[in-house]
């Protein structure tokens, strides 16, 4: 069974600052990683995701993640945040052995940043 | 252009009401899900359509009645909820609902906010 850890509940940060959200996961097969990120009153829209090849992933909004298999983490980061990264961001796995692509998700990061 | 449109965005309905959600896709997708997500949490899966037909139910209450029209539509019929279904409840499509070589990335919409009084 596949699970995902999101090590942080809330991250507060100030303007300009950088910022990594921390997620682990556990899996016994190869699996497909992505952060979603949900801004207050809205969906979820794709920040990024990682299939294979480079385990350095960029996505939109300047927010970029490192796959790491040894350590089985999929961490986000940005290096400088903007008020308008307020959001509630989490990570997911879905299992690539092909039986299925609903995605399991961690409990959310709430990423809070001030001027 | 990766868009799922739900609507309504809103919804208020008594626990003796019936009322559906719907949800559109024109991505040619073939694998279409509903998801509940309540305040503060991760969004939870319901249900799981493939090519039209119902792949996984994750053991939901029948007052929920999911249904696919064809491969753009999908709908969430309601009726006989309690207060405790209140919540926001996402549509998402991809590819098809195995994960692939493409990783079959999962697309959601913006949520329909569903408050049962």
Known sequence: AQSVTQLDSQVP?????????????????????????????????????????????????????????????FHLRKPSVHISDTAEYFCAVSDSTGIRTALIFGKGTTLSVSS | DTEVTQTPKHLVMGMTNKKSLKCEQHMGHRAMYWYKQKAKKPPELMFVYSYEKLSINE????????????????NLHLHALQ??????YLCASSQDSTAGRSGNTIY??????????
């Open chain 2, 108 to 117: 959601f919409g913006e949520g329909s906010w569903l408050t049962v009084v």
């Open chain 1, 13 to 73: 940060v100030f303007e300009e600052a950088p910022v990594e959200l921390r997620c682990n996961y556990s899996s016994s097969v190869s699996v497909y990683l992505f952060w979603y990120v949900q801004y207050p009153n809205q969906g979820l829209q794709l920040l990024l995701k990682y299939l294979s090849g480079s385990t350095l992933v960029k996505g939109i909004n300047g927010f970029e993640a490192e796959f790491n298999k040894s350590q089985t983490s």
């Open chain 2, 59 to 74: 053991s939901v209450p029948s007052r929920f009645s999911p249904e696919c029209p064809n491969s753009s539509l999908l």
């Open chain 2, 83 to 88: 207060p405790e279904d209140s919540a926001l």
